[in-house]
């Protein structure tokens, strides 16, 4: 199958500052990447859709302004979450489509905020 | 919120077929439904998805009901490594967007020696 890769697979911050996450499309065109996180135990809850060249269409209940989406081109999504918190710690993990039906995920970032 | 509904939990014994149901008794005409597992620390894997009709690949069959209303996730030999936790999703597909992907609560597979 196609391959999304993430990273960093693994971060630590320290409480009130920025991180980034990186999803890339390695052999394939994404027009649509999806971010989800996930807490322990719990299912993946969606966060946000990212088309390229537009903006981020968030769930309910998730912050714009807190997790920011850049969808600069068909083979890059990053999500930035800024003034991290420790509740902010969870698995991210970003999925991305292209012009077939399924969706391919990335092996998730583990960020924990200290 | 998800659309379907599936066991939390499997136990099946191994070089044994597993078979995970999955009710989705609301999809719509244009909905798909599509499997993906995850194993543990790691992003959802795709597994298989159909309309309608049956579908088999390398890793599993899927069975649709007639009325669109369940399906079955078929692993024909289950080994260790299929423990994981299965989400069974609807959703609609094909275009340049397609629709979200809503993940349940998924059922969650012990392969057993």
């Known amino acids: 199958g196609a391959v999304v890769s993430q990273h960093p697979s693994r971060v630590i911050c320290k409480s009130g500052t920025s991180v980034k996450i990186e999803c890339r499309s390695l052999?394939?065109?994404?027009?649509?990447m999806f971010w989800y996180r996930q807490f322990p135990k719990q299912s993946l809850m969606l966060m946000a859709t990212?088309?390229?060249?537009?903006?981020?269409?968030?769930e309910q209940g998730v912050e714009k302004d807190k997790f920011l989406i850049n969808h600069a081109s068909l083979t890059l999504s990053t999500l930035t979450v800024t003034s991290a918190h420790p509740e902010d710690s969870s698995f991210y993990i970003c999925?991305?489509?292209?012009?077939?039906?399924?969706?391919?995920f990335g092996q998730g970032t583990r960020l924990t905020v200290v | 919120d998800a659309k379907t509904t599936q066991p939390p939990s499997m136990d099946c014994a191994e070089g044994r077929a597993a078979n995970l149901p999955c009710n989705h008794s609301?999809?719509?005409?244009?909905?798909?439904v599509y499997w993906y597992r995850q194993i543990h620390s790691q992003g959802p894997q795709y597994i298989i998805h159909?309309?309608?009709n049956n579908e088999t690949n390398e890793m599993a069959s899927l069975i649709i009901t007639e009325d669109r209303k369940s399906s079955t996730l078929i692993l024909p030999h289950a080994t260790l490594r299929d423990t994981a936790v299965y989400y069974c999703?609807?959703?609609?597909?094909?275009?340049?967007?397609?629709?979200?992907?809503?993940f349940g609560q998924g059922t969650e597979l012990s392969v057993k020696p």
């Open positions: 999925s991305a489509i292209g012009q077939g039906a399924e969706a391919f």
């Open positions: 052999d394939f065109q994404a027009t649509t």
């Open positions: 990212s088309n390229e060249g537009s903006k981020a269409t968030y």
């Open positions: 609301t999809i719509s005409g244009n909905e798909y």
């Open positions: 159909g309309l309608k």
């Open positions: 999703i609807v959703r609609v597909a094909g275009g340049n967007q397609g629709g979200k992907l809503i």
